[in-house]
Each structure stands twice: as structure tokens, then as C-alpha cells.
């Protein structure tokens, strides 16, 4: 697609379009070198800023990466795998996206970054209650590639330095029996679009302003006495989150 200064796309849209294309068409392959700024404004017949304006998109996108004084290159895409979620499921699985992971031959590690106890943050006092409690953030990784950030609230009996003990090899359910005092099983989940803050860019190794999935959801116990809020943030590209769909059985009419 030709550059217009005609068409009704701002220059720098087309521009970003035209380069995405090239990048996704696999005509630009991954690890390859961008032409630097003002020869790409020269081939495209645009001025520098246009191209500094096409390129910031692309690289919140995860399409392409700045290195500092090397120059603009075409980023790795991890590949995606898929993580099926039932809308009939009940009892809380953590293991499954470990598991999803490993059918697909990758491999999936959890890393527990921090505990802190903390006044409860409004998403979390909404349904946990105001006061302290505990904010836990790990992270999941894919070969490597961070592919989850996740927050939890919960008030718990043990303390930072015993959560921190028990849970450094990954927080399993069974570990969640042992922090949260009972097993927990799901009371709702929601999905949303939201763009990396600086915390996110840094844990997801991804640019500040970058799409994200946030996935937040709370835990019940049995009773529904809610025990966790979580909120889980996911680079674009990086999993497929699906929920299966399964016709009516027949009930024999």
C-alpha cells in the first residue's frame, strides 16, 4: 500500500499498517534491522516524525524492539499456546495453565516476585473488605518468555516470610489451601483490554502503553465467603485464552 498524503489515514497509521504488513507477511523476519529513521522516511516519502510516531506503535505492539545505539529491529514472537477455560468449571485449577503448556512440549516455570502486607486496594476492598492483607505478585514464564502477570489480595494466617517459604517454587492449590485456610473454588471471572503500565512493561518485558488481556476474577470458599481477588495480565500474542463451547445433550424428547 502506497503512502497517500490524499488518504483519509493519518501518514503515520498508513505508514505503521504498511510496515506491520511487511513484519507479519514474514518479508521482515525476526532479528532483522530496521532501515534507521531517515532513510525510512526518505524510501516512504515521509518526514522523521511521521516514521518515530509509526515505529512507537509498532513497538507497543511487540512487533519490533529499540535497542539503544544500535538500532530498531524486528522483535521475536513467542509462540502462543492455548489455555482452555469451562464455563462450567467450579472447583479453582492453578495448575492448568502449567499444563496447557507442558501438552504443548514448553516449558512453564512461576516465579513469586513479592508479599507484602497492604491496605486493601479498591478492586480487592469491593469484595474482600477494606483493611490489611496480603498482595502477592508472580509471574509466569513460557521458555523463558513472561507470558503472565498476576496480583493477588487475600488475608491470611501466616505471615510474609512464611507465604514467601512456601510458596517459592510456585503457588499450587494445594499451597492456596495452606495460605487462604480452605479450598477455594470460582465465584466469577471477567476479561478486559487494558495498556501496560510501567510495573507491567517491566515484569512482561513488553513497552509501557502495550495491549494486555486482564483477566480478574474471586475465589470463594464452599460457602461463598470470598477469599482471593486476582488480577492476571497477559501480553497480546503471547497465549489464547478460549472457553469451549458444547452443544445440549439430548434429553430424550
Not at 16 to 35: F, M, T
Not at 39 to 57: C, D, H, I, K, P
Not at 73 to 81: G, T
Not at 134 to 148: K, M, N, S, T, Y
Request: aromatic share 6%; with cysteine.
Amino acid at each position: 500500500m502506497a503512502i497517500s498524503k490524499n488518504a483519509a489515514l493519518p501518514l503515520h497509521v498508513q505508514l505503521e499498517n504498511e510496515l506491520r504488513g511487511l513484519i507479519e507477511s514474514g518479508e521482515y523476519v525476526a532479528g532483522q534491522r530496521l532501515a534507521p529513521e531517515p532513510e525510512l522516511a526518505a524510501s516512504f516519502g515521509v518526514n522523521r516524525l511521521t516514521v518515530r510516531q509509526a515505529l512507537a506503535e509498532l513497538a507497543r505492539a511487540g512487533l519490533i524492539v529499540a535497542r539503544q545505539g544500535v538500532g530498531t529491529f524486528v522483535a521475536r514472537r513467542p509462540q502462543p499456546f492455548t489455555v482452555a477455560l469451562s464455563a462450567t468449571d467450579w472447583a479453582v485449577e492453578h495448575e492448568r495453565v502449567t499444563r496447557a503448556a507442558q501438552l504443548g512440549g514448553r516449558l512453564m516455570t512461576e516465579e513469586l516476585l513479592d508479599v507484602e502486607r497492604v491496605e486493601a486496594s479498591a478492586a480487592a476492598a469491593e469484595y474482600l473488605g477494606r483493611g490489611s492483607m496480603f498482595w502477592i505478585e508472580a509471574v509466569h514464564r513460557v521458555d523463558g518468555d513472561p507470558i503472565l502477570r498476576t496480583q493477588y489480595w487475600t488475608r491470611s494466617s501466616l505471615s510474609p516470610a512464611e507465604i514467601r517459604e512456601i510458596a517459592a517454587g510456585g503457588l499450587t492449590a494445594a499451597l492456596w489451601k495452606q495460605i487462604v485456610g480452605a479450598d477455594m473454588y470460582y465465584t466469577w471471572r471477567s476479561f478486559d483490554a487494558i495498556a501496560a503500565d510501567r510495573r507491567n512493561a517491566a515484569v512482561l518485558d513488553v513497552p509501557v502503553g502495550s495491549p494486555l488481556l486482564q483477566r480478574c476474577g474471586l475465589n470463594s470458599d464452599v460457602t461463598g465467603r470470598p477469599l482471593l481477588y486476582l488480577q492476571r495480565d497477559a501480553p497480546s500474542g503471547r497465549m489464547r485464552t478460549v472457553v469451549p463451547s458444547h452443544p445440549p445433550q439430548d434429553r430424550g424428547r
